[in-house]
């Protein structure tokens, strides 16, 4: 038994409830659903939702709160001289007991040890074939609940918008959740971190160096933690790949929906849109192997020093990767501008293009700046090009032609390999988020004003 055969169960399950109380309604009805109050598929969706809702709660609980009760199970039940109450033991005893389950050839010596890895593997079989027994229960008291209320003056499809309504609420109440729960991660671990390294230091430093050492008579015993060459390493190189998606994304966005032919237009958007199914490390090894060879070389040609990693080469492909963004948005904005405005501005005797300009672009404006807003997003979260391309060197400049580091490869560093979680080098990668995130609103609102301030409204 494994969860997703529990999962796969009550899908099961909720489909024979739709057939049986669908088919049960249309009998009570003696055959002509004009007599049945909704229509007979909504006694259906009814039952269905009786069937799946109880049962994924079941589910749900013992996919949250399961395992972690079997592990205090397991604790509880160990020698005092293999587990001594406290957080750091419990994470020790615990990865102890997963790798002795994990691990087919046995590695672990210590019987408590494996005889504890067994008994996980005893209560955690149990406690799936008890939530699939729980679940299917809960299911079939749902299905029998429905089948009675299956009568020709029911009003099924009330009931059944009912549930739909406090599923969506509940939703968007997690959706909102969510992210309170992220902020408030951030800023938790960023405390932390803020407690061992001075704000002013991460803020306006000029130096990072986060590599600490382990004893005080290790080299770089205390590290550096100045952000600054992190954000201006991200805007660089943001910057370069804008200046490519930008007039280019924007330039075929008008020429696709002002001036080509619809043959064209079928035939250029789609092979257009196909840049943003690349996935990025194909892109990254475009960049390593292709682009940033060809920048050196031309370097040498010119007589400049280009390095084998520069930000020149990481920006001009992240560009490419992120026209379709700026493109098909901006296509869709300048497509949803009424034609009335174009032929009206074309009556009073303006050319196309000065409608273009004076017409559609103002109108489309907000679409066009959401549209720039996603590509700088995707730009400034972007890490696999950054990473074959630019190098990982935090390097305080302005030349596009030097190595250079961006925010995300340094939090993905930090939080790669074996670390002590505990540091202000671990700690480093929530302080840099956090800021990214604050960075990211900031831009938010700057373009919500942009767009108030500039937008053309109409009548």
Request: charged content about 15%; some cysteine.
């Amino acid at each position: 038994m494994t969860s997703t055969a529990i999962f796969l169960s009550l899908i099961l399950l909720a489909l024979v409830a739709f057939a049986l109380t669908r088919q049960k309604a249309l009998v009570s009805a003696g055959g002509d659903p004009a007599k049945l109050h909704s229509l007979p598929r909504h006694y259906g969706y009814f039952a269905s939702a009786c069937v799946i809702l109880p049962g994924l709660l079941a589910f749900s609980i013992w996919l949250i709160f399961g395992k972690s009760i079997i592990e205090g199970l397991i604790l509880a039940g160990l020698p005092e001289n293999v587990y001594q109450e406290g957080v750091d033991n419990a994470a020790l005893v615990l990865n102890r007991i997963r790798l002795a389950i994990e691990n087919t050839v046995a590695v672990e010596k210590d019987p408590d040890i494996l005889a504890a890895a067994q008994r996980f593997n005893d209560l955690y079989i149990k406690g799936l074939w008890a939530t699939f027994a729980l679940s299917i229960s809960f299911g079939l008291v749902g299905l029998y609940l429905a089948a009675n209320r299956t009568q020709p003056d029911f009003r099924a499809r009330n009931k059944f918008e009912r549930i739909l309504l406090i599923a969506l609420a509940i939703s968007s109440v997690l959706a909102v959740a969510t992210t309170l729960g992220i902020v408030g991660s951030l800023l938790f671990e960023s405390l932390r971190f803020f407690q061992e390294v001075s704000l002013v230091e991460f803020v306006f430093g000029l130096h990072w160096s986060p590599q600490t050492a382990l004893r005080a008579d290790q080299v770089a015993s205390a590290g550096a933690f100045g952000a600054v060459p992190l954000f201006a390493g991200t805007l660089l190189i943001s910057l370069i790949a804008m200046s490519v998606a930008g007039p280019i994304g924007l330039l075929a966005a008008i020429y696709l929906t002002q001036y080509a032919s619809v043959r064209m237009r079928k035939v250029a958007k789609p092979v257009l849109e196909i840049l943003a199914g690349v996935p990025t490390v194909v892109y990254g090894f475009f960049a390593a192997l292709t682009v940033a060879p060809m920048f050196r070389d031309m370097g040498i040609v010119l007589g400049l020093d280009i390095a084998s990693e520069s930000a020149l080469a990481a920006g001009l492909v992240m560009g490419i990767m992120i026209i379709p963004f700026v493109s098909s948005l901006s296509d869709d904005a300048i497509t949803a501008v009424p034609k009335s405005l174009k032929d009206g501005s074309l009556a009073l005797g303006a050319t196309p293009s000065e409608t273009i300009k004076q017409v559609v672009l103002p109108a489309a404006l907000p679409g066009i700046v959401g549209a720039f807003l996603l590509a700088v997003s995707r730009a400034v979260g972007e890490t696999m090009i950054v990473v074959m391309a630019a190098g990982m060197q935090p390097k305080l400049t302005a030349n596009p032609l030097e190595a250079v580091t961006t925010v995300t490869v340094q939090i993905v560093a930090l939080l790669t390999g074996d670390q002590e979680f505990d540091s202000a080098k671990t700690l480093s990668a929530f302080a840099l988020g956090l800021a990214l995130f604050v960075s990211t609103m900031a831009l938010n609102v700057v373009a919500l004003k942009i767009v108030r301030k500039y937008r053309e409204v109409y009548d």
